[in-house]
């Protein structure tokens, strides 16, 4: 059967019920399991499976210190994450969410609900990666007209600003303690990097002289050629249009 999920599973279950049904269900590429948690890291970056179902404790570590490894290692690369677990502590499930995981689900675990939920999860990945190539579409469209080169950091950091203010319109209230942050640890440099290379980005746009576009994409005379947007209110416009637009 074409296009089977890889699934790796880092389960202590004894039973070994979930390891079982995975092997045997043709929906899906079972690539490897292990319960100790160096382990787990090395091969999921060796094997890089779509989906780790993963236990909170492990040998050796616990699951969010083996998800914190991995998301460092693998980035863009990170395979979808759902925690299993017999702690059904409130205080658990919050920060395996906080932590990048997709899903946490209490132990005893049924292998056809949790094949059902990996499935779900693939649907919405697809979905997600049309959306996220649309919206890319329209911003570098956007970029290029008012005149923003893709060669210079600056129109990358920008693009990524503009997808966290559509994802999350509050965070242009928060540009310096959060927008800049997040894009630095993304693109592994300084916030005051990303703070100057948008800003030299703009400048770059307005030095090329094609304000009237801008005033004619956002059907507004906004700016003149002797006054520039900040960092926050260009961003703010693009993502604005972007909401609006759907």
Do not use: C
């Given at each position: 059967?074409?296009?089977?999920?890889?699934?790796?599973?880092?389960?202590?279950?004894?039973?070994?019920?979930?390891?079982?049904?995975?092997?045997?269900?043709?929906?899906?590429?079972?690539?490897?399991?292990?319960?100790?948690?160096?382990?787990?890291?090395?091969?999921?970056?060796?094997?890089?499976?779509?989906?780790?179902?993963?236990?909170?404790?492990?040998?050796?570590?616990?699951?969010?210190?083996?998800?914190?490894?991995?998301?460092?290692?693998?980035?863009?690369?990170?395979?979808?994450?759902?925690?299993?677990?017999?702690?059904?502590?409130?205080g658990f499930v919050s920060k395996a969410?906080?932590?990048?995981?997709?899903?946490?689900?209490?132990?005893?675990?049924?292998?056809?609900?949790?094949?059902?939920?990996?499935?779900?999860?693939?649907?919405?990945?697809?979905?997600?990666?049309?959306?996220?190539?649309?919206?890319?579409?329209?911003?570098?469209?956007?970029?290029?007209?008012?005149?923003?080169?893709?060669?210079?950091?600056?129109?990358?950091?920008?693009?990524?600003?503009?997808?966290?203010?559509?994802?999350?319109?509050?965070?242009?209230?928060?540009?310096?303690?959060?927008?800049?942050?997040t894009i630095a640890e993304k693109f592994?440099?300084?916030?005051?990097?990303?703070?100057?290379?948008?800003?030299?980005?703009?400048?770059?746009?307005?030095?090329?002289?094609?304000?009237?576009?801008?005033?004619?994409?956002?059907?507004?005379?906004?700016?003149?050629?002797?006054?520039?947007?900040?960092?926050?209110?260009?961003?703010?416009?693009?993502?604005?249009?972007?909401?609006?637009?759907?």
């Amino acid at each position: 059967m074409e296009n089977k999920i890889s699934v790796y599973l880092a389960d202590n279950s004894e039973d070994k019920k979930l390891e079982k049904y995975f092997k045997e269900n043709d929906k899906f590429d079972f690539i490897g399991s292990s319960v100790i948690a160096s382990e787990v890291i090395k091969d999921v970056e060796e094997k890089r499976p779509q989906v780790l179902v993963m236990e909170i404790m492990l040998s050796g570590m616990d699951g969010f210190l083996v998800l914190s490894s991995l998301k460092k290692s693998l980035g863009s690369a990170m395979p979808k994450v759902i925690f299993i677990s017999n702690l059904s502590h409130s205080g658990f499930v919050s920060k395996a969410i906080k932590e990048g995981a997709s899903y946490f689900m209490v132990k005893p675990i049924m292998p056809e609900n949790l094949a059902e939920r990996i499935e779900n999860l693939m649907e919405e990945k697809v979905t997600e990666s049309k959306e996220e190539k649309q919206l890319d579409e329209k911003i570098s469209n956007i970029f290029i007209s008012i005149g923003i080169p893709a060669h210079i950091k600056g129109y990358q950091f920008l693009r990524e600003a503009v997808k966290l203010a559509v994802e999350e319109p509050e965070i242009i209230g928060s540009i310096t303690k959060r927008l800049y942050p997040t894009i630095a640890e993304k693109f592994e440099t300084s916030s005051s990097k990303v703070e100057r290379g948008m800003r030299h980005a703009i400048e770059v746009a307005w030095n090329r002289g094609k304000i009237e576009n801008i005033n004619t994409l956002f059907g507004l005379k906004i700016y003149s050629s002797n006054e520039k947007p900040t960092n926050g209110e260009l961003i703010a416009l693009i993502a604005d249009k972007m909401i609006m637009e759907g």
